[in-house]
């Protein structure tokens, strides 16, 4: 059973950083490509980075220059580091990756709020 577990989410302030993490656990062959998707309150989730085993990156308009998208392929771990958050950051982050078990296939991880106050 292939798993994505997130952690790094909370409370900041507008300007503030925050780092999430997620890591694939379970039976599986490969990753192919990881990023990070979010859903604010009312509205549709949408990719805000991601990247491909090759380090390739791809960031949402509204992210480029605060955020950088890293991973670590010999911990299955994406990284999402995030700075100069502001209020229209916030949403639950869902973690996802394309991963090789006995086919090809998208998994999520479980989401993890992200709120910045003003």
């Known amino acids: 059973q292939v798993q994505l577990v997130e952690s790094g989410g909370g409370l900041v302030q507008a300007g503030g950083s925050l780092r999430l993490s997620c890591a694939a656990s379970?039976?599986?062959?490969?990753?192919?490509?990881m990023g990070w998707y979010r859903q604010a309150p009312g509205k549709q989730r949408g990719m805000v980075a991601t990247i491909t085993s090759g380090a390739m990156s791809n960031y949402a308009d509204s992210v480029k220059g605060r955020f950088t998208i890293s991973r670590d392929n010999a911990k299955n771990t994406v990284y999402l580091q995030m700075n100069s958050l502001k209020p229209e950051d916030t949403g639950v982050y869902y973690c996802n990756a394309k991963i090789f078990d006995s086919r090809w296939a998208d998994y999520w991880g479980q989401g993890t709020q992200v709120t910045v106050s003003s």
């Open positions: 379970g039976s599986f062959f490969a990753i192919n490509v």
